[in-house]
């Protein structure tokens, strides 16, 4: 019972070819096309007011230097919210849910905004390191400390994503399978049962949603102490 529970989050394969890399393009091919036109249709409007609100709160901290980033995070954050969204579907599977896939964006884009730092302004991204006023005696235990808590930005980033979207899908999967369970037995504690169920699925859009947000919020965090 418990291997069927985590077999939702095995990648699919069909005749041994494995099928992620479809799961991973697939968002892409659900976004409308902007047209030539001048007129757009409501979709197109409703999906460029999100995109530009989005952006505008996420890069108003940062300098010109950071806004190059803006193309980069948008498209990040519409597809971690498509991927993560369609997750909840029926009988699909959710890249996101693979730590190795939240792995690979997290390191490079981490990795990047610190490369910058390092490049653009190496004596401001070292003294990260080390906080103004620190005692002495404390200058080489914080300085390890806080080059510990550097290199797990990335190695969070990637946990967070991975556990908040793998926990709401047990979740969901554990209470389902108590609703049929109890449904012959006591139909009035599987019908709230069932309620539970509902709340809990409206809750987990909401976090699809809003993990995605902090994963893209996170990394223009780290590029703003580095530009």
Same mark, same amino acid.
């Given at each position: 019972?418990? &291997? ?10 069909? $005749? ?18 902007? !047209? ?34 803006? +193309? ?8 971690? /919210? ?57 200058? !080489?235990?914080?300085? /390890?400390?806080?080059? /510990? ?11 967070? $994503?991975?556990?908040?979207? &793998?926990?709401?899908?047990? +979740?969901?999967?554990?209470?389902? &399978?108590?609703?049929?369970? +109890? ?19 409206? $809750? ?24």
């Amino acid at each position: 019972m418990m &291997t069927s529970f985590f077999d939702q989050f095995a990648s699919p394969s069909f $005749l041994g070819i494995p099928l992620i890399a479809i799961a991973i393009a697939l968002p892409w091919i659900l976004f409308p096309t902007p !047209p030539s036109r001048w007129l757009n249709n409501r979709l197109i409007t409703l999906q460029t007011w999100f995109i530009n609100r989005f952006t505008n709160q996420l890069l108003m901290p940062l300098n010109v230097g950071g806004h190059k980033w803006a +193309l980069l995070f948008a498209s990040l954050m519409v597809f971690l /919210i498509t991927i993560n969204m369609l997750g909840l579907l029926p009988y699909t599977f959710t890249p996101t849910t693979q730590l190795s896939l939240n792995m690979g964006f997290a390191v490079p884009l981490w990795l990047a905004t610190v490369i910058i730092g390092m490049r653009n302004q190496p004596t401001v991204a070292l003294g990260h390191l080390l906080p103004e006023g620190t005692p002495v005696p404390l200058i !080489p235990v914080l300085i /390890i400390i806080e080059t /510990i808590s550097l290199f797990i930005r990335p190695l969070a980033l990637g946990v967070r $994503l991975t556990a908040n979207l &793998t926990a709401g899908h047990l +979740l969901i999967q554990l209470i389902a &399978t108590a609703v049929f369970v +109890l449904l012959p037995m006591m139909p009035t504690v599987a019908i709230l049962t069932a309620a539970v169920l509902f709340l809990l699925t409206l $809750l987990e859009v909401a976090v699809a949603m809003i993990q995605a947000y902090v994963f893209v919020l996170l990394l223009s965090l780290y590029l703003q102490e580095n530009v």
